[in-house]
């Protein structure tokens, strides 16, 4: 989540000053500030009389005569619109569910919280025999939520017998009370523990 938002936030940083910058061209141009001041523009600036273009013929046509020009122009707009496109997708591609309705109707206007529903599987889960530490993450929407837990196991757990216990216990409780199927995935280490010399 927070790799999301910092990609996020650059992204709209570089985007804002290509917008900033553009629109600053674009207004010492339109208002012709360098003629008012009596300022010989650089050679070159864009939009600064009154007939002005940002490119003139010249400027467009420079390389059209050249073979990589337009397979290159295609790439690069192409790599623009699968990248403005990959963005949209994840802004709208929620990661956390939010609150979660309680009940099988929804119009009863209980909900719980996404932690506090993580925090309380986690916290039956650490009953479980085997369990040595035990957190649960909620993922996918308010009305198909899915738990992710990540257990780490004393060394003599037997993991085929702690997740079917799981499965039968703390998951079990926590469909019966949100009314969902609530499908779960979980990922299993053992606790370091000092090698044990034989006789």
């Given at each position: 989540?927070?790799r999301?938002?910092?990609?996020?936030r650059?992204?709209?940083?570089?985007?804002?000053?290509?917008?900033?910058?553009?629109?600053?061209?674009?207004?010492?141009?339109?208002?012709?500030?360098?003629?008012?001041?009596?300022?010989?523009?650089?050679?070159?600036w864009?939009?600064?009389?009154?007939r002005?273009?940002?490119?003139?013929?010249?400027?467009?046509?420079?390389?059209?005569?050249?073979?990589?020009?337009?397979?290159?122009?295609?790439a690069?707009?192409?790599?623009?619109?699968?990248?403005?496109?990959?963005?949209?997708?994840?802004?709208?591609r929620?990661?956390?569910?939010?609150?979660?309705?309680?009940?099988?109707?929804?119009?009863?206007?209980?909900e719980?919280?996404?932690?506090?529903?993580?925090?309380?599987?986690?916290?039956?889960?650490?009953?479980?025999?085997?369990?040595?530490?035990?957190?649960?993450?909620m993922?996918?929407?308010?009305h198909?939520?899915?738990?992710?837990?990540?257990l780490?196991?004393?060394?003599?757990?037997?993991?085929?017998?702690?997740?079917?216990?799981?499965?039968?216990?703390?998951?079990?409780r926590?469909?019966?009370?949100?009314?969902?199927?609530?499908p779960?995935?979980?990922?299993?280490?053992?606790?370091?523990h000092?090698?044990?010399?034989?006789?």
């Amino acid at each position: 989540m927070k790799r999301k938002s910092a990609v996020n936030r650059v992204l709209l940083a570089l985007a804002g000053i290509v917008l900033l910058g553009t629109g600053l061209l674009l207004l010492a141009g339109g208002f012709d500030l360098y003629r008012r001041r009596r300022i010989t523009p650089p050679d070159g600036w864009p939009l600064t009389t009154p007939r002005g273009v940002l490119l003139d013929d010249a400027d467009r046509t420079r390389w059209v005569d050249e073979g990589w020009w337009w397979p290159a122009v295609i790439a690069v707009l192409a790599l623009v619109v699968l990248l403005a496109l990959w963005w949209l997708l994840a802004q709208l591609r929620r990661t956390h569910p939010g609150p979660v309705s309680v009940g099988a109707d929804p119009l009863e206007g209980v909900e719980l919280g996404e932690s506090a529903l993580g925090d309380a599987l986690a916290a039956d889960v650490r009953h479980l025999p085997g369990v040595d530490q035990a957190r649960v993450r909620m993922t996918g929407s308010s009305h198909h939520p899915e738990a992710h837990f990540d257990l780490t196991l004393t060394p003599d757990a037997e993991p085929g017998a702690l997740l079917q216990a799981l499965c039968d216990g703390p998951l079990e409780r926590a469909r019966q009370s949100t009314g969902r199927p609530l499908p779960a995935r979980a990922r299993l280490r053992v606790s370091p523990h000092k090698a044990h010399r034989a006789a």
